[in-house]
């Protein structure tokens, strides 16, 4: 171990945050490449190793996430057409989300300086809402309604 001198009589060495940014990252990164590897070699249609949806078995109502497991597979085997059929927003999201963790990483991990988007409470709200619509709207069983479901 290499610790500071006034920490050596106690055995104790403190982890830099850095350190700790980074062993999350990579943990982070090989957790998302495991679940995208599984989901790509396990069509989740037909093979159940990811758990079914709590609120849909308790229920019987979609979830804002609900089918966004089978949507992932879709997206991954490049039918676009069919990963919207499972769950619209997911898809419509996961550009945006993938590119928030990747500038959220570029700007942690290099020294890059990448402006940090102040979106403000506003967009929050707008994003809160947009998914209380959906999740509403994707359990009303009448036609055009009926489409959001997976």
């Known amino acids: 171990?290499?610790?500071?001198?006034?920490?050596?009589?106690?055995?104790?060495?403190?982890?830099?945050?850095?350190?700790?940014?980074?062993?999350?990252?990579?943990?982070?990164?090989?957790?998302?490449?495991?679940?995208?590897?599984?989901?790509?070699?396990?069509?989740?249609?037909?093979?159940?190793?990811?758990?079914?949806?709590?609120?849909?078995?308790?229920?019987g109502l979609y979830c804002p996430g609900c089918g966004s497991t089978r949507a992932m597979h879709a997206l991954l085997h490049g039918d676009i057409v069919r990963a919207l059929g499972f769950n619209l927003l997911a898809v419509v999201a996961m550009p945006f989300i993938a590119g928030a963790i990747i500038l959220s990483f570029i700007r942690n991990f290099t020294s890059w300086h990448v402006p940090k988007l102040d979106l403000g409470s506003r967009f929050s709200l707008f994003v809160l809402v947009l998914i209380m619509v959906f999740w509403v709207t994707r359990n009303i069983p009448v036609y055009p309604f009926t489409l959001l479901a997976p």
């Open 1 to 59: 171990m290499n610790c500071a001198s006034e920490n050596k009589a106690s055995g104790i060495c403190r982890i830099s945050s850095r350190a700790v940014s980074i062993l999350a990252a990579a943990v982070i990164f090989v957790a998302a490449g495991f679940y995208l590897w599984l989901v790509y070699s396990y069509d989740p249609s037909r093979v159940h190793i990811i758990p079914p949806c709590i609120f849909h078995t308790v229920t």
